[in-house]
């Protein structure tokens, strides 16, 4: 069923326009989902796949202000019967004046040094438990309970012993069937404020924060020592779940301890006439906006989130000054939560440009140079022991001079030996037709090697004709090429490898994106690890017995990993003598 979508291009698409439509729904946010997933999640970018996010992203909001709007008693089911997500609703004070700004670029810097803090902590936290915990499912399922436990204790603990007890004015008189305040552990008619932070869902903590359901410039609805405990104990608390095994976000909780050191600011300023016209609202969203552009290092698409969000498009200055410094302070610190995460799980996303000591190397000194390559008609057991021994994606086709001829996908020869598309002779003008359709028909989980059924000595014997099925006009390079011009090869093109050739057109190497996300940090020690992985033992065998248990869980360059840089000389120990193979 919808076969003309089974293919890479597409399915990177359907992951863009999830992205926006997850943030559109959350926030509802269409413009900011958009954007969102142009700035944080996609590494490919056309035309096409702008009206076709933004359509996913309209679709999603449309869904979900019809079913809010479908919800209590008086409501139609229409899509213009809801509001924003988190409203403020604005007295007789200004939003801001000039004299606030320098306090919103304060802000924004220790938004970007809280954020900084804050991944850096995580990840920490993420190296532990992927040496300790990640290996055994019942320690991440005990991790989970223990986290939760945590959460309860610290928050009903802090709703009692740091509880303060305020009058709750008429105007701020909960609506019936929407407690925004509770009065736990305080007398009738007075409301604990920190309760109310902690014990409500994260959206109506927000929304409390930046005054959806304060409709007065009021700083008494929560102490200025509430806020200072909530923020500190949430910051840790977010910090402490982000990456378990279990559904945990990020935007909100950022936004939560944002918004409460924010508003506490605020409030500390006028209470001691600093700034005796500062409008609390727009203080709390700065301080939200600028821990959440610290933490993840999004800048447009948040501001745009924001301002849809809000349905408040004059704060948009503001909330875009503060992105950007929240912005370069953490950059000048660390880097952002996505990246870190994305660095974590080995995940070679390319980033938008390159680095500027790209073009001081070259690919001859990235690429991997242990190129296992096949000829045009090729032995069937060379093919299958080749498949068996190593892990590569793709396979340079050349003749028998070694120059190169084409590029053939490791799902295409397993579904040729699959399909015992073999023949008895080397003759390049014979092969057997095979439906295109059938190299397509696992797309996107292939069958392994193992899949294939026992080949027996005579079809060992025969041969694949593979110049029917290979790519005979693949993207390569030049082995003298910058690594930049191979950085913006990949970018432009989504490759996911690239044959590197020298002058007489021989392959010499093969570039991957690990090999050109790790290259950097693995320059220097390239040359010893190479030699120390790639060295025979006496017997002419491959040693693999010093892995580092980095590189063992795969998440090194090609050029680096094993199987993956087995030489031919040690593949023939495999299966009698290699001469013998071809």
Same mark, same amino acid.
């Given at each position: 069923i919808?076969?003309?979508?089974?293919? +890479?291009?597409?399915?990177?698409?359907?992951?863009?326009?999830?992205?926006?439509?997850?943030? !559109?729904?959350?926030?509802?946010?269409?413009?900011g989902g958009?954007?969102?997933?142009?700035?944080?999640?996609?590494?490919?970018?056309?035309? =096409?796949?702008?009206?076709?996010?933004?359509?996913? =992203?309209?679709?999603?909001s449309?869904?979900l202000?019809?079913?809010? $709007?479908?919800?209590?008693?008086?409501?139609?089911?229409s899509?213009?019967?809801?509001?924003?997500?988190? *409203?403020?609703?604005? +007295?007789?004070?200004?939003?801001?004046?000039?004299? %606030?700004?320098?306090?919103?670029?304060l802000?924004?810097?220790?938004?970007?040094?809280?954020? !900084?803090l804050?991944?850096?902590?995580?990840?920490?936290?993420? #190296?532990?438990?992927?040496k300790?915990?990640?290996?055994?499912?019942?320690?991440?399922?005990?991790?989970?309970?223990?986290?939760a436990?945590?959460?309860t204790?610290?928050?009903l603990?802090?709703? @009692?012993?740091?509880?303060?007890?305020?009058?709750?004015?008429?105007? #701020? *008189?909960?609506?019936?069937? %929407?407690l925004?305040?509770?009065?736990?552990?305080?007398p009738?008619?007075?409301?604990n404020?920190?309760?109310?932070?902690?014990?409500?869902?994260?959206?109506?903590t927000?929304?409390n924060?930046?005054?959806?359901?304060?409709?007065?410039?009021?700083?008494?609805?929560?102490?200025?020592?509430?806020?200072?405990?909530?923020?500190?104990?949430?910051?840790c608390l977010?910090?402490?779940?982000?990456?378990?095994?279990?559904?945990?976000?990020l935007?909100?909780?950022?936004?939560?301890?944002?918004?409460?050191?924010?508003r506490? #600011?605020?409030?500390?300023?006028?209470d001691?006439?600093?700034?005796?016209d500062?409008?609390?609202?727009t203080?709390?969203?700065?301080?939200?906006?600028?821990?959440?552009?610290?933490?993840?290092?999004?800048?447009?698409?948040?501001?745009?989130?924001?301002?849809?969000?809000?349905?408040?498009?004059?704060?948009?200055?503001?909330?875009?000054?503060?992105?950007?410094v929240?912005?370069?302070?953490?950059?000048?610190?660390?880097?952002g939560?996505?990246?870190?995460?994305? %660095?974590l799980?080995?995940?070679?996303?390319?980033?938008?440009?390159?680095?500027?000591?790209?073009?001081?190397?070259?690919?001859?000194? /990235?690429?991997?140079?242990?190129?296992?390559?096949?000829?045009?008609?090729e032995?069937?057991?060379?093919?299958?022991?080749?498949?068996?021994?190593?892990?590569?994606?793709?396979?340079?086709?050349?003749?028998?001079?070694g120059?190169?001829?084409?590029?053939?996908?490791?799902?295409?020869?397993?579904?040729?030996?699959?399909?015992?598309?073999f023949?008895?002779?080397?003759?390049v003008?014979?092969?057997?037709?095979?439906?295109?359709?059938?190299?397509n028909?696992?797309?996107?989980?292939?069958?392994?090697i $193992?899949?294939?059924?026992?080949?027996?000595?005579?079809d060992?014997?025969?041969? /694949?004709?593979?110049?029917?099925?290979?790519?005979r006009?693949p993207?390569?390079?030049?082995?003298?090429?910058t690594?930049?011009?191979?950085?913006?090869l990949?970018?432009?093109?989504?490759?996911? %490898?690239?044959?590197v050739? +020298?002058?007489?057109?021989?392959?010499?190497?093969?570039?991957?994106?690990?090999? #050109?996300? @790790?290259?950097?940090?693995?320059?220097?020690?390239?040359?010893?690890?190479?030699?120390?992985?790639?060295?025979?033992?006496?017997?002419?065998?491959?040693?693999?017995?010093q892995?580092?248990e980095?590189?063992e869980?795969?998440?090194?360059?090609?050029?680096?990993?094993?199987?993956?840089?087995?030489? *031919?000389?040690?593949?023939?120990?495999?299966?009698?003598?290699?001469?013998? /193979?071809?």
């Amino acid at each position: 069923i919808f076969s003309e979508f089974r293919n +890479d291009h597409d399915k990177r698409d359907f992951v863009s326009g999830g992205a926006a439509a997850g943030i !559109a729904g959350a926030f509802g946010a269409p413009v900011g989902g958009t954007l969102f997933s142009l700035e944080e999640g996609s590494s490919f970018w056309n035309q =096409a796949l702008t009206w076709r996010t933004f359509f996913c =992203a309209i679709v999603a909001s449309f869904t979900l202000n019809s079913f809010l $709007s479908g919800i209590g008693i008086g409501h139609k089911w229409s899509p213009d019967d809801t509001s924003p997500s988190f *409203l403020i609703t604005d +007295d007789h004070r200004a939003i801001y004046t000039i004299p %606030h700004v320098p306090w919103f670029i304060l802000i924004g810097a220790a938004g970007g040094v809280l954020g !900084a803090l804050f991944n850096a902590i995580n990840y920490r936290l993420m #190296l532990f438990r992927k040496k300790y915990l990640f290996q055994y499912r019942f320690l991440r399922w005990l991790e989970v309970i223990l986290i939760a436990s945590i959460t309860t204790s610290v928050s009903l603990g802090l709703t @009692y012993s740091a509880r303060t007890c305020l009058n709750i004015p008429d105007n #701020l *008189l909960p609506e019936e069937g %929407h407690l925004n305040f509770t009065s736990w552990f305080c007398p009738s008619g007075t409301t604990n404020d920190i309760a109310s932070l902690f014990l409500g869902s994260g959206e109506m903590t927000v929304k409390n924060l930046l005054g959806d359901t304060i409709p007065i410039n009021d700083p008494s609805a929560f102490t200025t020592k509430s806020l200072g405990v909530y923020a500190l104990s949430y910051f840790c608390l977010a910090c402490l779940t982000l990456g378990v095994a279990a559904p945990s976000g990020l935007l909100v909780p950022c936004l939560a301890v944002g918004g409460a050191y924010g508003r506490m #600011l605020g409030q500390l300023l006028i209470d001691n006439h600093v700034v005796p016209d500062a409008n609390i609202h727009t203080f709390a969203l700065i301080g939200a906006a600028s821990f959440l552009g610290g933490t993840a290092r999004m800048t447009i698409s948040l501001c745009v989130i924001l301002i849809e969000t809000t349905a408040n498009v004059y704060r948009g200055l503001p909330i875009m000054l503060t992105l950007m410094v929240a912005k370069w302070v953490g950059d000048s610190i660390g880097h952002g939560i996505y990246d870190i995460h994305i %660095h974590l799980k080995h995940i070679p996303l390319l980033e938008w440009d390159p680095e500027h000591p790209m073009c001081e190397f070259t690919a001859e000194e /990235i690429m991997n140079p242990h190129v296992i390559s096949f000829y045009q008609v090729e032995k069937v057991s060379k093919i299958h022991i080749i498949l068996q021994k190593t892990t590569h994606n793709g396979f340079p086709i050349i003749s028998r001079e070694g120059i190169l001829q084409g590029l053939i996908l490791r799902s295409q020869l397993i579904t040729l030996l699959q399909l015992r598309a073999f023949q008895s002779n080397q003759d390049v003008e014979t092969f057997i037709e095979i439906d295109l359709a059938e190299f397509n028909k696992y797309y996107p989980r292939y069958p392994g090697i $193992s899949s294939v059924d026992r080949i027996n000595s005579e079809d060992r014997a025969k041969f /694949i004709n593979l110049t029917p099925y290979m790519n005979r006009t693949p993207f390569l390079i030049q082995k003298h090429a910058t690594v930049e011009r191979v950085f913006r090869l990949f970018r432009t093109m989504g490759l996911r %490898h690239l044959p590197v050739i +020298d002058e007489q057109g021989k392959v010499v190497g093969m570039i991957t994106r690990r090999d #050109l996300v @790790y290259y950097e940090s693995r320059s220097k020690e390239r040359k010893d690890k190479t030699t120390s992985l790639v060295s025979t033992t006496d017997d002419g065998s491959d040693d693999v017995s010093q892995l580092p248990e980095e590189i063992e869980e795969g998440g090194t360059p090609t050029g680096m990993r094993t199987p993956n840089n087995l030489s *031919l000389k040690g593949l023939s120990n495999s299966y009698q003598n290699y001469n013998t /193979i071809q």
